[in-house]
């Protein structure tokens, strides 16, 4: 079923990039083996998160036109439970995402979550781990930050930006669900609303009473999205997160969250992220593939 397919995909056939992630998403036989034959790569993926209607779609149809400019390739990876990227309210005031489906330098899929538990498909790092060898310059992942689930997948990319609007009920809901410190960057967008430079002034002084350990406080990047206003400053911000040297630790550790993350879906094993960053600590081959690391600890009937 996989014959040929990692081939096709290296060499940017997005035929067979959405047929092996069907086939991931679905866990046909032979999935598992198929993951650990991954090459590592070295692409970024990029979380977009934050509560929902905050504008993360039309953030991302702006950062596809920004990257598309640049002569970037661009993936797309939509984890969203209420509205799939080519549905409902979407084709309004965003036609130009339609023009993206035809566009052979953007690839975008949306990941069903209908009837799952924490409104997350359970495939989601596997695919945009499939998504990482398909040659693309950036791969973005919505996903609505509401509950813990969807917090939690958002932290696994390697920047995460975390979108808010100027409205107080907003940002309560984003601390309340732990969204605010799993952001590399905030984006502040709909900001032809009134009240955002409160908002931000409130965001910057909060983050200074350091509900988020970091030394570097955190860019905060006003947009309004649907005018593709502030769009090239946080292509900018991305530019500078993707290129800033992660510390070796910090790289080790995102890394031992997704796996810790993987495993703790399918078996419940006494394991925390410390005891994985450790072991990761210890191994002499610094890229790892993900699924290879993992076959310890998946059990059979999962693979
Ligand atoms: N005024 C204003 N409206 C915006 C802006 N950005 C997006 N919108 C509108 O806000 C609404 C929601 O935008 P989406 O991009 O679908 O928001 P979303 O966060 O992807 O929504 P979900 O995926 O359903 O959580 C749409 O009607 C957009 O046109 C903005 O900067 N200013
Ligand atoms: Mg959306």
């Not at 939690?152 to 930006?161: F, P, R």
């Not at 100027?166 to 940002?171: C, F, I, L, M, N």
């Not at 605010?180 to 409130?202: S, Y």
Request: net charge neutral; aromatic share 6%; with cysteine.
């Amino acid at each position: 079923m996989f014959e040929n397919l990692l081939t096709r995909i290296t060499s940017g056939d997005q035929q067979a990039l959405a047929r092996a992630i069907s086939l991931v998403e679905n866990e046909a036989p032979g999935y598992f083996d198929w993951l650990k034959k991954l090459p590592v790569t070295d692409v970024k993926l990029i979380g977009i998160t934050g509560p929902p209607g905050s504008g993360k779609s039309t953030l991302v149809d702006g950062l596809i036109e920004g990257l598309l400019q640049k002569n970037k390739k661009v993936g797309v990876l939509c984890v969203d439970p209420s509205s799939p990227f080519h549905q409902g309210a979407l084709l309004g005031d965003r036609i130009r995402m339609n023009e993206w489906f035809t566009n052979p330098n953007v690839f975008i899929r949306s990941l069903s979550s209908k009837g799952r538990l924490g409104g997350l498909n359970p495939r989601t790092l596997a695919i945009s781990e499939v998504m990482k060898v398909a040659g693309f310059d950036a791969i973005l992942i919505e996903t609505v930050g509401v509950g813990q689930n969807e917090v939690e997948i958002a932290s696994l990319a390697d920047t995460t930006v975390v979108v808010l609007v100027p409205e107080s009920g907003d940002s309560m809901q984003a601390i309340k669900s732990g969204l605010l410190e799993v952001a590399d960057i905030f984006v502040v967008n709909k900001c032809d609303r009134p009240g955002a430079d409160i908002f931000i002034k409130n965001l910057s002084s909060a983050m200074a009473r350091g509900f988020k350990k970091n030394e570097n406080p955190i860019p905060i990047v006003k947009t309004n999205a649907l005018l593709r206003k502030g769009i090239d400053h946080l292509l900018s911000e991305l530019e500078k997160a993707s290129t800033k040297e992660k510390k070796h630790a910090a790289g080790n550790r995102l890394f031992a969250q997704r796996a810790w993350y993987e495993i703790q879906r399918y078996c419940m094993k006494d394991l925390t992220v410390e005891m994985l960053e450790k072991e990761i600590e210890n191994m002499p081959e610094r890229k790892l593939n993900l699924y290879l690391f993992l076959e310890k600890y998946i059990r059979q009937e999962f693979k």
